[in-house]
């Protein structure tokens, strides 16, 4: 099953609102692939490398099209394997495609290649995903803070209880006390019949 669908299946009905909009970035960074293809065509491939019309050569993925993601500017990218030796020179030096910050409104992708051919189409959809994910961070903090503020009702119901449960124990010992005072004797003292002994 494809992601899209997957994720549609699995979403919550109340919180639809929350999702990524995903089959819209899907489509914009199809449209950075097509266009980096269209000015960038991959080089034809030999004839005995088809197999039956497709061929083994690898789609030009997301990866190929972006060159690396970085947090903050001098902070290098953690490697396994995947990043050529110049790209992790210029994450080092502070010269990586992109920059995320964290600003008053939250996460903001810096796209700096924007003057490249198609550097307009990612700097797009590096302000949507930018946009989307501040948008679901916002609807999950306030979700916590719902339930935060459910759990100190909660609590505070909890101590109410409790306080009313020990307050009802303790008149009804008192009641009990009460009652045992008041339990008729088998025979009358009168203090007076011991004077005149």
Not at 6 to 17: D, K
Not at 127 to 144: A, C, H, P, Q, W
Not at 167 to 189: C, Q, T, W
């Amino acid at each position: 099953m494809k992601f899209g669908k997957e994720l549609s299946s699995q979403m919550v009905p109340e919180w639809q609102q929350a999702y990524m909009s995903y089959d819209y970035l899907k489509k914009l960074l199809k449209e950075i692939i097509k266009l980096k293809l269209r000015t960038n065509p991959p080089p034809h491939t030999p004839p005995h490398q088809a197999v039956s019309g497709k061929r083994l050569s690898r789609k030009m993925t997301l990866y190929r099209a972006f060159s690396g993601l970085v947090q903050t500017q001098g902070r290098k990218r953690q490697s396994s394997g995947q990043i050529n030796p110049s790209l992790e020179t210029d994450i080092e030096e502070g010269n990586a495609p992109i920059l995320v910050n964290k600003t008053s409104n939250g996460l903001e992708t810096m796209f700096l290649m924007t003057a490249e051919e198609g550097g307009e189409y990612e700097l797009i959809f590096f302000r949507r995903l930018d946009d989307e994910f501040n948008r679901i961070e916002k609807f999950y903090k306030e979700k916590v803070e719902e339930v935060m503020n459910d759990a100190i009702m909660l609590n505070k119901q909890m101590d109410a209880l409790i306080a009313f449960r020990v307050k009802n124990e303790h008149l009804n010992n008192v009641g009990k006390y009460r009652a045992f005072k008041s339990i008729p004797l088998p025979f009358s003292y009168d203090e007076d019949d011991d004077k005149d002994d």
